[in-house]
T-cell receptor
């Protein structure tokens, strides 16, 4: 896992706006990526995943974009709601090479009513 | 499926005491992971198992930490003797071969006083 200091990057958005959370990953060999949401007092919860043969994947109100050229991942949340307030982590792995996930440092999303 | 089940949810113990954390992975998952989360260091992988066999324990901080997986449905993480710096949230996660369904438990919040 990666380290995160006391000061997580924070994104503050107005309820109803769209949110974009970014993540730079480290391993050019990584071929499977996951976004997790962690609410206070809970474990990280799976939101959406994407494999390296895709550059975009959509879920319900969420979209993940993958740019392998610059090793960048983003999570877009449409019509952000108060319940979306949490810390969001990206994770990367090389499938079929041990299943170990490497986590990014996390971004705190705060939704203002 | 009840998901990954961890117990206890909270543990407060005195320095020097033995602590045992428990995890029941999702049925059918081949991999089990133990993570530690702190404000300073984020999510750290301690150890992981594949088919009940420890594969990589390089993240285990020191000899005071040990983990076992006697069967496919149960794992323990033991700290003996515990120290205040072990205070953290400990997560267990499980996944299938290939990284599918990587799921975290709710965590055990350990406080060593």
């Amino acid at each position: 896992g990666e380290s995160v200091g006391l000061h997580l990057p924070t994104l503050s958005v107005q309820e109803g706006d769209n949110s974009i959370i970014n993540c730079a990953y480290s391993n050019s060999a990584s071929d499977y990526f996951i976004w997790y949401k962690q609410e206070s007092g809970k474990g990280p919860q799976f939101i959406i995943d994407i494999r390296s043969n895709m550059d975009k994947r959509q879920g319900q109100r969420v979209t993940v974009l993958l740019n392998k050229t610059v090793k960048h991942l983003s999570l877009q949340i449409a019509a952000t709601q108060p319940g979306d307030s949490a810390v969001y982590f990206c994770a990367e792995t090389v499938e079929n090479a041990g299943n170990m996930l490497t986590f990014g440092g996390g971004t705190r999303l705060m939704v203002k009513p | 499926d009840a998901g990954v089940i961890q117990s206890p949810r909270h543990e407060v113990t005195e320095m020097g005491q033995e602590v045992t954390l428990r995890c029941k992975p999702i049925s059918g998952h081949d991999y089990l992971f133990w993570y530690r989360q702190t404000m300073m260091r984020g999510l750290e992988l301690l150890i992981y198992f594949n088919n009940n066999v420890p594969i990589d324990d390089s993240g285990m901080p020191e000899d005071r930490f040990s983990a076992k997986m006697p069967n496919a449905s149960f794992s323990t993480l033991k700290i003996q003797p515990s120290e205040p710096r072990d205070s953290a949230v400990y997560f267990c996660a499980s996944s299938k071969q290939g990284g599918y369904g990587y799921t975290f438990g709710s965590g055990t919040r350990l406080t060593v006083v």
